[in-house]
């Protein structure tokens, strides 16, 4: 029952904090409406969004956020760096061909957007099958490593939080 | 006071950063380069910047104001995609295929892909 | 001291829409444009953001919303033109 | 302010009257649209300017902008954008008709009874 | 019988031939004949009292505002012109009858007959110069029809409308003169008129009327130079000829002049113009018809030179002149009425009317020849008929009249009468003498009586006014110069006046020169071939053809098409009389202090500068014009947001992105390019046009800005009224909303019909035809990428939407108190559903879910009529608005307005406006071979090995 | 009790509009029944405000119970009353026409469109609110847009873009008069306009008279005045046969939105403007009467022809307007009622003929059509009645607007107004010649019968309403001299609207 009324967890959450936000005020009846809406619209929404992420541990997810802000913070300066002091000629950018195990089509656009938001790195494409990322780096003499810091670090936590 | 001075500095920190971000894109030679410029930069410019104004506004005016943090979400959320969008255009336009590493599968990169959906016309 | 601070991030912002127009006029290629004017929208919604801390007022997070999602759709918008053609195949 | 927002309506209404007398649909679509902007921020204008003054009513605002020319041009722009929704599939309408996107029609000396044509 | 009654009479003769136009000859001339008879009854009815000098009127308010009264008079004058109208008219009817082939439309005939007599008698009727007009030009207008009856016939559609063109440019003509002389008399009734002699020849506007007018009567009376006409109008059937050409319409000039003689007559203008005119037409038009070959035109040009006797008669000015006038009308209409059925009756057998080709018709056609005869002889004015009294007349009221010297008027004259002796002797000599031929087109014999009686009993009145002319016509004669002078008169016709009268000299001297003439017809004729001579078709062709290039190509060239330049004079006009209206007024330069201008906006300035300069340079490759336009819009809309507008930021940005789409959808089925085409001399001249555009309109609202309001602005109301009287904080929503709410409903409503107008545009473009057809062969231009739907796009997707959706409530929700509202809101949503079809394809989405984007129109726009509408319960008009507090635990307190729910009907309205638009171009793209996809998304995951 | 059918003629077409988009667009024969019984209804309700109107003083409507000036307020006066029972009138006869003649079954959407038309000519005459004007001008014309293209083809589509394309330049143009007038006045509403525009500083005239210019020149577009009246002869001769009917009242939205302002706002006796409109619509109607008759002649089709003589008609009653006298404004208002019925008609009857030849040029003769006889004859009573030849109520209206000219330039106008009318005469003497008298003379194959009597009775109610016109035009200048009267003397006009506030 629970679970037809909430196909998405995960939205009908954001959603709720999304709608406290917009409104500024944190006030019950605020709540109330939230959680109303918060169930209205992805029933309106669902036919979009059509199977079930699962997501048999939900709360990674917030240390894997924290982890990510962290990395975003301290890449951002070695871009900083890059971009101001390197000369041209000295950046040595590299195309990455990322393989990945994760499935759920959920897990795979969240470790896109990690190696995207973290600086020196975005994410250009996937291969035809989904199994391949293709990042491109601004500055990585060492491709190799990169592709293990990726795979280490981020997709292997979202394969626990994905299972 | 302490807050101030966080403000202050979460202020000048994002106005660095997004400046940078505007910079690298002029200053960068190649398209992919430039892509990381502000794709990053000035994410965290207008991200710090947010920040900055939920603490003046919420904690030293006291206006119990939290809707910023909502457009940093979006931002952040937005971005990557953004971004694959526009490497995806350059990859389909304007970068040499032959540079692209293999995908090591059995099948190519999907911007480069023949479109299924599209046979070509006989005539 | 915010007062400072706002200044030279208006400048800092000011600036980097001057060098986004920049690149917007010279590109050379249109993913240069597009990357431009998505900067651009980002780098408005940082002097808004600003000017809500001048004027200690949040008169104006609607319009930043609307500015990062529209921003994002049409910069989406002009990718998928210049990719596919069509963009709601 | 008010020499900027002048000139910006006269650098905005001259850039939307170069491109309408321009002899193809598209570049005149978009002069349409650069005189909607101009003509928008004329209206608004013509409530004379204010900063910081937005027109919410509060107990704190020192003052208000002038909210009538606010909501004409709020009319004005989604009229326009009707007429430019419409103008534009029209145009594509007429490109596909006839192959040929040019808004002068002289090439059609004195037309014939329509929906007739080869 | 009233004699409104009796004018109407003919034009309800008209109506039944018209309505059974397949009845047949019989039954449409039999029911024509009896209302002519029944109108002819009621003038015979009214005879007595007119003879005894009474005047008939009727008189009904028509348009009194104008002085158009349908006032009817019968006089002395109308008396004549109306019992000749209708007895010939009826005449006419029987001989039509017969002279009409059974595949003629009888019945059309018959109708435009009734109406020209109907026009006819009302201009002889009319007590009004207004509604004298209206009759007026209803003969030119019937005439047109009646002479271009036969269609087939090249001769006869030029010869109607040259006739249409003369004498309707006489009527327009006639119609200054006739509103100058009502204005200079105060009315326009006649009898008032009439009555104002002296004032009317005192004023300033007399020549100018008195020219109008006659140019009206001279066209319609073919007089020099505007005689051309009648000829080509011989096109016409015989009836046609006879009634219109001879007896009545060409005569309606001559009324005319009559029935304004008293009022226009007697100054040296008149005498000069009038006489003048009638005196050459006289003997101009005689010449000519000497020469004519073609029976008709021989009368037709003889009738010119009658009216021109006439016409010259009443420009003396003198009443025995008048008297003269009136007298030959009634010959006239007799003799020539009579000739024109015969030659109708020599065509009708002979099946030619050409003279050369007849002769000896005598012997074939005894009674026809006998009729000939007698209305020849009087024509030529031979004794004893009547033709020789009105000459006679004539010839003695020439003879004193003061005419650049004192004989040249009566040698000039008797000219005339000479030439009109010799043609006729030509008519009947070279068509009934001589020998037999056997080389006639058709063996001719007389015809029966319904075609001869009408010109036989014609003929009779010839010789017994001739004979007895104070018996058979003096009455009438009597009566008509009553009218026409104003003055009872007495006529004394004799037909013998002893050998004294000079004019029994000219006349003899006429018919002997007449008959020399005749003698030397061949050489003449021969000498006269030779003769260059302008010939008045080529003239009026010469005329009307060149005007008619002219036009067309003045037409073609102004109206070829070019929106481009329509658009330049247009842009230049506005800016030239805005000019001019700026530098004809007093101007103030406005003392408003200026708002500080800040680093902000001041870059925003340069960045609007650049992006306008970038659209323009750049224009020629459309997708990058398209960015810069972007960031034009996202400035304007930053430059809202700043300048204390954010709802109008909001809608600006909102519209963009959807503008964008919708251009960017179409670009994608247009050309990518816009070629160079324009000169540079036309890139300047277009460059300059819009420097003073963008130089009026900046140069305006600066004036504009820098002075304060004349009055204090309304909007002042609105700030004040804005919580207490709409409920809300947010003053412009509740200007939306509430104080121009209606404003609101209207432009929702077009939102609604840009949809309409785009999805029947839609459904007409894929119908079949050349789109359709390009369409299904459509190859895209550019290479496309693969992976329509990459896998982190769908994915994001499925979060942003709904929190999209959710800000679209919120918008919705807040609109009132703080800036957002129903517009807004609607089209957020429907931005969020643009990315959920960039993301999974429209199809697949809309296959999803089934929007009724036409519902949501219809039902939008009845939300905002029903609120509307609603306040008509409380009594209230349309669109006042209510609102209240409830308060609903555990949620707070919150406001419950009808405008939220007008609001509403905004926010479905635009919604599904967008959709259906997107909708219908995404129905192009299919029709163009794009495909849609079954699953979310392109990429098999995990199932790369099946491949 | 304010009287509330003020507003039907706007809510009533629009609702039903509405309603058949939602549930009836799949059923045609709904659609013509529900169109049809709203044009009657319409109908009805025009003429009980035509009655009142005549007997009431002006009135006006507060929508939202707002007081003037701050509300948008309808204001039904004489006038406003007579422009909306023309547009019903003639939308009925339009409609009824295009049922006939199947018309409305050749695109989508085409008995919404007419009832959105409705609604927006309806509310542009009633409004008395200058911006609101704007708003029901801008449904009017995208109204127009979608029935101008209704059933496609190349060249209809493409002269669709440009129509379009000048009228947004218009909008535009309106909307940079309108705020003008409000940056000067801050007012919208047209009484109040009144009120202030008659005691405005010195130092704001140059900017009122540009304001007023400018708006002036927004109507003359719409009104077809040289050299704004391009628009015209593509798009009337492209347009379906009933559209370019209806569109014929499209063009007196801009006379009567000049007679409105030109008596209202900016009277002669107004200081600030004085004679400056007048002077500035005389010359441009003289050319425009003289455009559209040399059009008339000059024209190679028959659409075009018919374009250009309603060109020449609203150059003919432009002429009256400018003269800005009750006198020649009643003659105006006569002229303007005859000049739209006698339009469409000849409208439609060219749509009778193009449908039953191959094409309408001018330049070749075809044979004859069937029913050419009937056809013939509605043509020559419309050219008649166009080309103002008697019996009909354009001899009327011609005579009345020359009989009020006076002054200096009567010379210059009467020639005008004569030597053009006799330039149309030849003009249309010659196209029916060509059409229905040549086709006799032409060989080849017949063309194609049609019966379509609704049609047919359609044009036939449009020459009857002429007729009617002709005969009943001693009462109908009772009306029209009040309303005249009425117009010049707008104090019971701003008496209407109980303008409130400091002012
Ligand atoms: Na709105
Ligand atoms: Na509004």
């Given at each position: ?27 019950l ?96 494409d ?24 990726i ?13 | ?17 997004g ?6 894109m ?38 119990q104001t ?11 959320a ?26 090591g ?12 959906a ?6 | ?23 917007l ?65 | ?32 649209a650069?005189?909607?902007y ?9 409530g ?26 709020l009319t ?17 309408g ?25 | ?21 397949r ?93 020209f ?8 009727l ?22 271009g ?6 001769e ?14 006489g ?120 020469f ?15 009216l ?14 008048a ?17 024109f059925?015969t ?27 006998g ?47 000479l ?74 016709i ?19 020169g ?9 050489p ?11 010939d ?9 053809e ?99 507008a954010?709802?109008l ?44 555009a ?109 929190i ?40 697949w ?12 129109i ?29 308060h ?18 905004v ?22 071979g794009e ?17 | 009790?304010?009287?509330h ?72 006066d ?9 547009t ?8 009824l ?46 109204a ?12 209809r ?43 405005l ?50 063009t ?17 006796a ?9 002077d ?44 800005f ?73 011609k ?29 249309f003497?010659?196209?029916g ?8 003379a ?23 309403a ?6 009943a ?28 506030g400091?002012?």
């Amino acid at each position: 029952m629970l679970s037809r009324l909430y196909p998405h967890p995960a939205l009908s959450m954001t959603l709720v904090l999304t709608w406290m936000l917009l409104v500024n005020e944190f006030k019950l009846g605020s709540l109330v409406f939230a959680v109303f809406l918060a169930t209205v619209i992805p029933l309106l929404t669902a036919p979009y969004w059509p199977g079930r992420a699962a997501m048999p541990r939900p709360l990674s997810l917030i240390s894997y956020v924290l982890i990510v802000i962290w990395d975003i913070l301290i890449a951002s300066l070695t871009a900083a760096k890059v971009i101001l002091f390197y000369r041209d000629k000295d950046i040595q950018s590299a195309w990455i061909a990322v393989p990945i195990d994760l499935k759920s089509p959920e897990a795979i656009m969240i470790l896109g957007a990690t190696i995207t938001l973290t600086p020196g790195t975005v994410t250009a494409d996937v291969s035809s099958c989904g199994r391949v990322l293709l990042v491109h780096a601004l500055h990585a003499p060492d491709t190799d490593a990169v592709r293990d810091e990726i795979k280490s670090r981020y997709e292997a936590r979202l394969k626990r939080i994905f299972g | 006071m302490i807050w101030e001075i966080l403000v202050t500095a979460l202020i000048v920190i994002g106005a660095t950063f997004g400046l940078i971000g505007s910079f690298g894109m002029v200053k960068l030679r190649d398209p992919l380069q430039r892509l990381h410029a502000p794709s990053k930069a000035t994410t965290i410019g207008v991200g710090v910047s947010l920040v900055a104004a939920v603490i003046e506004l919420a904690i030293i005016e006291k206006q119990q104001t939290w809707q910023e943090l909502l457009v940093v979400m979006f931002l952040f959320a937005t971005t990557p995609i953004t971004a694959l969008y526009l490497a995806k255009v350059n990859i389909h336009r304007t970068v040499d295929r032959t540079t692209l590493p293999p995908t090591g599968v059995n099948t190519g990169w999907s911007t480069l892909a023949e479109d299924p959906a599209q046979p070509p016309k006989d005539s | 001291m915010i007062e400072m601070a706002l200044n030279y991030a208006f400048g800092c912002f000011g600036i980097g829409l001057i060098l986004n127009l920049a690149v917007l006029v010279r590109g050379p290629n249109a993913s240069d444009r597009l990357l431009a004017l998505d900067t651009m929208v980002v780098n408005m919604i940082a002097l808004l953001v600003l000017y809500s801390i001048r004027i200690h007022s949040t008169q104006t997070f609607e319009v930043t919303m609307l500015f990062a999602m529209t921003g994002f759709v049409s910069t989406v918008a002009f990718c998928k033109y210049l990719l596919r053609g069509s963009l709601i195949e | 302010m008010e020499l900027l927002v002048a000139s910006a309506v006269g650098m905005m209404t001259a850039a939307g009257v170069y491109l309408i007398l321009r002899q193809r649909t598209f570049p005149v679509i978009v002069g349409l649209a650069f005189l909607s902007y101009a003509v928008n921020v004329f209206i608004f204008a013509s409530g004379r300017l204010a900063v910081d003054l937005p027109p919410i009513l509060s107990k704190t605002a020192p003052g208000y902008a002038d909210p009538l020319t606010q909501a004409l041009v709020l009319t004005a722009i989604v009229i326009s954008f009707g007429m430019t929704a419409v103008i534009v599939m029209m145009s594509l309408g007429a490109y596909l008709e006839s192959g040929d996107d040019r808004i002068d029609m002289t090439d059609t000396d004195d037309t014939d009874y329509p929906g007739k044509d080869a | 019988m009233s004699l409104a009654l009796i004018a109407a009479l003919p034009f309800l003769g008209a109506l039944l031939p018209g309505l059974m136009i397949r009845s047949g000859r019989n039954a449409a001339a039999g029911f024509a004949a009896f209302f002519n008879f029944m109108a002819l009854l009621g003038i015979a009815l009214h005879t007595p009292a007119v003879l005894r000098g009474e005047v008939i009127l009727a008189q009904f308010d028509w348009l009194p505002s104008l002085g158009l009264n349908a006032n009817f008079r019968l006089d002395g004058l109308g008396l004549l012109f109306a019992g000749l109208i209708l007895g010939i008219g009826l005449l006419i009817n029987f001989y039509a009858r017969a002279y009409l082939s059974k595949s003629d439309p009888a019945g059309q005939f018959y109708t435009y007959l009734m109406l020209f007599q109907g026009a006819m008698l009302g201009i002889v009727l009319s007590d009004n110069i207004l509604l004298l007009l209206v009759f007026w030009e209803m003969t030119s207008l019937s005439s047109f029809l009646l002479i271009g009856y036969w269609k087939h016939l090249p001769e006869g559609r030029q010869g109607a409308r040259m006739a249409l063109a003369v004498t309707g440019a006489g009527g327009l003509a006639m119609i200054g003169g006739m509103l100058i002389l009502g204005n200079i008399a105060g009315s326009y009734d006649l009898s008032v008129i009439l009555t104002q002699k002296a004032a009317i020849q005192a004023s300033d506007w007399y020549l100018p009327a008195l020219i109008l007018i006659l140019l009206g009567a001279f066209t319609k009376s073919a007089q020099f130079p505007f005689h051309f006409w009648l000829p080509h109008a011989m096109a016409a059937p015989t009836p046609v000829s006879a009634y219109l050409h001879s007896a009545t319409m060409v005569k309606a000039g001559l009324f005319l002049m009559a029935r304004m003689w008293p009022v226009l007559a007697g100054t040296p203008e008149w005498f000069w113009i009038v006489a003048t005119t009638g005196l050459v037409t006289m003997i101009m038009a005689a010449k000519i018809a000497l020469f004519k070959n073609d029976l008709k035109a021989l009368l037709a040009f003889s009738t010119v030179s009658h009216l021109g006797l006439i016409t010259m008669l009443l420009g003396f000015g003198t009443k025995a002149a008048a008297m003269a006038a009136v007298f030959h009308i009634i010959n006239h209409a007799t003799f020539k009425a009579a000739l024109f059925m015969t030659a109708g009756i020599v065509d009708h057998e002979a099946h030619t009317r050409d003279i050369t080709r007849l002769g000896g018709l005598r012997t074939l056609m005894p009674i026809t020849f006998g009729i000939a005869s007698i209305a020849t002889l009087s024509m030529a004015g031979l004794p004893p008929l009547n033709g020789f009294l009105s000459k006679e007349m004539m010839l003695e009221e020439a003879s004193h009249t003061l005419w650049l010297t004192p004989w040249a008027m009566g040698a000039l004259a008797t000219i005339g009468a000479l030439f009109s002796v010799a043609y006729s002797f030509r008519l009947l000599g070279h068509t009934f003498f001589g020998p037999v031929r056997d080389d006639y087109p058709h063996t001719p014999h007389d015809p029966g009586f319904g075609l001869w009686g009408a010109p036989a009993l014609l003929t009779v009145l010839v010789v017994v006014i001739g004979l007895a002319p104070m018996t058979a016509a003096a009455w009438l004669v009597d009566a008509a110069t009553s009218a026409v002078t104003g003055e009872p008169v007495h006529a004394h016709i004799k037909l013998w006046h002893g050998l004294e009268p000079l004019a029994l000299w000219m006349s003899v001297f006429a018919v002997g020169g007449g008959l020399v003439l005749f003698g030397l017809h061949r050489p003449l004729l021969a000498l006269w071939d030779r003769t260059p001579r302008p010939d008045a078709k080529r003239i009026f062709d010469g005329i009307i053809e060149p005007f008619a290039a002219l036009s067309r190509g003045l037409t073609g060239a102004l109206h070829d098409g070019a929106l481009t330049r329509y658009m330049a004079i247009g842009v230049l006009a506005i800016v030239a009389l805005g000019g001019y209206a700026f530098v004809s007024g007093a101007h103030l330069p406005g003392t408003r202090a200026m708002t500080r201008i800040d680093i902000v906006p001041a870059s925003g300035w340069i960045l609007l500068l650049c992006a306008t300069i970038g659209v323009i340079v750049a224009h020629r490759n459309r997708f990058v014009a398209l960015v810069m336009l972007g960031v034009v819009g996202l400035i304007v809309s930053v430059g809202f947001a700043y300048l204390s507008a954010p709802d109008l930021a909001l809608t600006q940005i909102s519209v963009e992105v959807v503008t964008i789409v919708l251009l960017l959808l179409a670009l994608n089925f247009l050309p990518k390019a816009t070629p160079r085409e324009s000169s540079t001399p036309r890139r300047l001249r277009d460059g300059a046009i819009a420097g003073v555009a963008g130089l009026g309109a900046g140069g305006l609202i600066y004036a504009l800005m820098m002075r304060d309001f004349a009055f204090p602005s309304i909007a002042g109301f609105h700030l004040a009224n804005a919580k207490t009287g709409g409920g809300g904080t947010n003053v412009v929503n509740v200007i939306l909303v509430d104080f121009r709410g209606y404003d609101t409903f209207g432009e929702i409503i077009v939102l609604g019909i840009a949809a309409l107008v785009i999805f029947a545009l839609t459904e007409a473009i894929l119908r079949g035809g050349p789109a359709n057809d390009r369409l299904l062969n459509w190859t895209p231009r550019a290479s496309q990428s693969g992976d329509r739907h990459p896998v982190m796009m769908v994915v994001a997707t499925r979060m942003i939407f709904p929190i999209f959706v959710m800000v679209g409530v919120f918008i919705f929700l807040r609109g009132h108190n703080l800036p957002g509202g129903g517009f807004v809101a609607g089209l957020i949503v429907a931005i969020a559903l643009v990315l959920q079809y960039m993301a999974s394809g429209f199809a697949w989405a809309a296959a999803r879910q089934k929007l009724e984007y036409h519902a949501m129109i219809g039902f939008g726009v009845l939300i905002a009529a029903a609120t509307g509408a609603g306040s008509w319960l409380a009594g209230r008009p349309f669109m006042t608005t209510n609102y209240t507090y409830i308060h609903l635990p555990p949620l707070e307190e919150f406001e419950l307005a009808t405008a939220a729910l007008f609001d509403l009907g905004v926010f479905l309205t635009v919604l599904g406006a967008v959709l259906l638009a997107l909708s219908s171009i995404s129905r192009i793209a299919t029709r163009a071979g794009e495909q849609s996809n079954a699953e979310p998304l392109d990429l098999v995951l995990g199932k790369e090995e099946a491949r | 009790m304010m009287s509330h059918w003020i507003i039907v003629p706007v809510v009533l077409p629009a609702v039903v509009g509405a309603l058949i988009v939602l549930i009836m667009r799949h059923d045609l024969v709904l659609q013509r029944v529900f169109a049809l019984a709203t044009g009657l209804a319409t109908a009805a309700i025009a003429g009980g405000l035509l009655w009142s109107a005549s007997v009431h003083p002006a009135e006006a409507y507060f929508l939202g119970n707002w007081p003037a000036p701050f509300g948008i307020v309808l204001v039904l006066d004489r006038l406003s009353a007579m422009m909306v029972a023309l547009t019903v009138a003639l939308w009925l006869a339009v409609q009824l026409y295009a049922i006939g003649s199947n018309w409305d079954s050749r695109g989508r959407h085409f008995h919404a469109l007419m009832l959105f038309q409705l609604m927006g000519l309806c509310g542009a005459f009633l409004t008395g609110d200058a911006f609101n004007l704007f708003v029901f001008f801008e449904v009017l014309l995208i109204a127009s847009y979608g029935l101008m293209i209704h059933d496609g083809g190349r060249d209809r589509l493409r002269a669709g873009v440009q129509y379009i394309a000048y009228n947004l330049v218009g909008s535009t143009l309106f909307l940079f008069a309108l705020a003008s007038i409000y940056a000067v006045t801050g007012t919208l509403n047209m009484a109040d306009l009144a009120v202030k525009v008659a005691i405005l500083p010195e130092g704001d005239v140059a900017l009122i008279r540009v304001a007023g210019v400018l708006l002036m020149l927004v109507f003359a577009i719409k009104g077809a005045l040289v050299p704004l009246h391009f628009w015209l002869p593509a798009t009337y001769s492209l347009a379906p046969g009933p559209v370019a009917a209806l569109f014929a009242v499209m063009t007196k939205v801009g006379a009567y939105a000049i007679i409105r302002t030109c008596t209202l706002i900016f009277p002669p006796a107004t200081p600030a403007t004085g004679t400056l409109f007048a002077d500035l619509l005389l010359p441009a109607a003289l050319v425009t009467l003289t455009l559209g008759a040399i059009g008339v002649i000059g024209a190679k089709t028959l659409s075009r022809l018919v374009a250009f003589a309603v060109i020449a008609s609203m150059g003919t009653l432009f002429i009256a307007i400018s003269r800005f006298d009750p006198q020649s404004t009643a003659a105006a208002l006569y002229y303007l009622v005859h000049s739209t019925l006698a339009g469409a008609a000849l409208f439609l009857i060219a749509d009778l003929v193009s449908d039953r030849r191959a094409h309408d040029r001018l330049t070749e003769s075809l044979p004859p059509i069937a029913r050419s006889g009937l056809i013939a004859t509605l043509f020559f009573g419309a050219a008649v009645a166009i080309a103002g030849m008697p019996p009909l109520s354009g001899f009327l209206g011609k005579l009345l607007i020359l009989d009020a000219t006076r002054g200096a330039l009567l010379p210059l106008i009467w020639t005008v107004v004569l030597a053009t009318s006799l330039i149309t005469i030849v003009g249309f003497s010659r196209a029916g010649s060509v059409l229905f008298w040549k086709a006799h003379a032409s060989t080849g194959e017949p063309a194609e019968t049609k019966d379509e009597p609704l049609a047919v009775a359609a044009v036939i109610l449009l020459l009857a309403a002429l007729a009617a016109m002709t005969v009943a035009a001693g009462p109908i200048m009772a009306y029209l001299g009040g309303t005249a009267a009425q117009l010049y003397d707008p104090a019971g006009y701003i008496a209407a609207n109980a303008l409130q506030g400091a002012n």
